[in-house]
């Protein structure tokens, strides 16, 4: 899923791979791929995730429940720095759904709350550390967590489909 993020075009396609053009030329300014480099699950769909834009951060949601290579478990938060792609920082353990990250203000703090295969999670977007989570069930993530079930409100839209009158 393509997204401008500064002067980046970031595209993340279905094989986990996450590339960065520059907006004005579309060269390649860097490239990583989830897969490969952070153990990533291959949903059954394909990656279909876009990144957090956080500061001077992207953060995925790469999943990473299994073992890694005998590595331990690979990692299921990772922020890149949108400048030149390195590393910020990487956190976590757990299934991944198909769902991207939403930014949300809890009292004044930033918080990112992201659905998962099992859970909905509420994590730290500075450092990745996990600050509650709320197991569910259901088999595959949706696009968006339900905020509502989060004693958070979203605006809702009054049109409503009507059937047509004969």
Known sequence: MPQVVGNRLV????????HSLDKKT?????SHDLYGEFGANR????????G????DTLIYLAGGD????????GSALVAFR???GAVVWKNQAFKNAHSSPLLIDVA??????ALLADRVIGFSPEGGELLWTRGRHARLGRRQPALHRLG??????RARARPERR
């Open 26 to 30: 579309g060269l390649p300014v860097w």
């Open 82 to 84: 949108q400048s030149d």
């Open 11 to 18: 595209t993340a396609s279905g094989t986990g791979r996450i």
């Open 66 to 73: 299994a073992p890694y290579f005998g590595l331990g478990r």
């Open 152 to 157: 958070l409100r979203r605006r809702r839209s």
């Open 43 to 50: 949903l059954q769909f394909g990656y279909s995730c876009h």
């Open 108 to 113: 004044g703090q930033p918080q990112a709350v």
């Open 52 to 55: 957090l834009p956080y500061r």
